[in-house]
């Protein structure tokens, strides 16, 4: 590592979504595609999934960080793109984002995304799900439909929280 050998990374996608494993169906790849450049459209943040075997002798945060700047990702004066990096055989993901959506998103946001979203899914053989959860958490995250701290805040969405019990203890205290 350290050395780049121009081989190890695939030509420019001409596709936000590039699956080399063939993981994805036709059709789960041509509706995550048709969100990302409705997104990529509406916010010029442009989101760009690859699925690859392996990274080979690179770690992955390199690997995608490399993969990244060779595609150039994201327009060039906003340096505002975001890779999700699926290396399948080594069992690894990795998100890489711009310096212009790393306030955004920054590092420990994008790994909290990749261990809620992705990998449960994946443990479960949805990889589709797992990608388009974490699709839509950064999409929010970028619309501003929820901040990158009520995301790292948010516990188990299944759970009840302290606001529920008190709300029922609330009305409850009403009723009586």
Same mark, same amino acid.
């Given at each position: 590592p350290g050395f780049v050998i121009a081989d190890d990374f695939p030509e420019r996608s001409n596709r936000l979504v590039t699956d080399y494993t063939n993981t994805l169906s036709a059709?789960?790849?041509?509706?995550?595609?048709?969100?990302?450049v409705a997104f990529n459209d509406s916010t010029s943040t442009q989101i760009a999934v690859v699925m690859m075997q392996s990274t080979g002798f690179y770690?992955?945060?390199?690997? /995608?960080?490399?993969?990244? @700047?060779?595609?150039?990702?994201?327009?060039?004066?906003?340096?505002?793109?975001?890779?999700? %990096?699926?290396a399948k055989e080594d069992?690894?993901?990795?998100?890489?984002?711009?310096?212009g959506?790393?306030?955004v998103l920054p590092d420990i946001l994008c790994k909290r995304i990749v261990d809620r979203d992705i990998l449960p899914n994946f443990k479960l053989g949805n990889y589709y799900d797992g990608i388009e959860s974490a699709t839509n958490t950064i999409m929010s995250i970028v619309?501003?439909?929820?901040? /990158?701290?009520?995301?790292? @805040?948010?516990?188990?969405?299944?759970s009840p929280g302290?606001?529920?019990?008190?709300?029922? %203890?609330?009305?409850?205290?009403i009723v009586i």
């Open positions: 059709e789960e790849a041509g509706l995550l595609e048709q969100r990302l770690d992955i945060s390199e690997y /995608a960080v490399q993969l990244y @700047n060779k595609w150039g990702i994201g327009q060039k004066d906003k340096n505002n793109g975001v890779l999700i %990096l699926v069992r690894k993901v990795f998100i890489s984002t711009g310096y959506i790393e306030g619309k501003g439909e929820y901040t /990158a701290d009520d995301y790292m @805040n948010r516990k188990n969405q299944n302290w606001f529920m019990i008190l709300m029922f %203890l609330f009305i409850f205290g």
